[in-house]
């Protein structure tokens, strides 16, 4: 059974910073890509930040040289480094998998965490 669950979420002011990871089960973690998605309130999911299978990351404009995607392929687990929050960070941030190549359409993902709240101040 396939399984992502996120955590690391949270409050913090503007300027701060967060980890959040995502912890894979149930399925070959090396053969499959992963991408951060996040839904901001009101509005709809976008994707935030991808790391293919083959070691290929980008990030979304508005998070470049803020954010950074990591894979540990030994743990199954997933990472963004969040630093230099904005209040237009604050989102419902999810986890994402899809065998094979990377994508940055959400519509490609068969597989998804439950998601984890991510609120910024200013």
């Known amino acids: 059974q396939v399984r992502l669950v996120e955590s690391g979420g949270g409050s913090v002011q503007a300027g701060g910073s967060l980890r959040l990871s995502c912890a894979a089960s149930?399925?070959?973690?090396?053969?499959?890509?992963l991408a951060w998605f996040r839904r901001p309130p009101g509005q709809a999911r976008e994707w935030v930040a991808v790391?293919?299978?083959?070691?290929?990351?980008g990030y979304t404009e508005s998070v470049k040289g803020r954010f950074t995607i990591t894979r540990d392929n030994a743990k199954n687990t997933l990472y963004l480094q969040m630093s230099s929050l904005k209040p237009e960070d604050t989102a419902m941030y999810y986890c994402?998998?899809?065998?094979?190549?990377?994508?940055?359409?959400?519509?490609?993902?068969?597989?998804w965490g439950p998601g984890t709240q991510v609120t910024v101040s200013s």
């Open positions: 994402a998998a899809r065998r094979g190549t990377y994508d940055f359409r959400d519509s490609q993902y068969n597989y």
């Open positions: 790391a293919s299978k083959w070691g290929y990351s």
């Open positions: 149930g399925f070959t973690y090396s053969d499959y890509s």
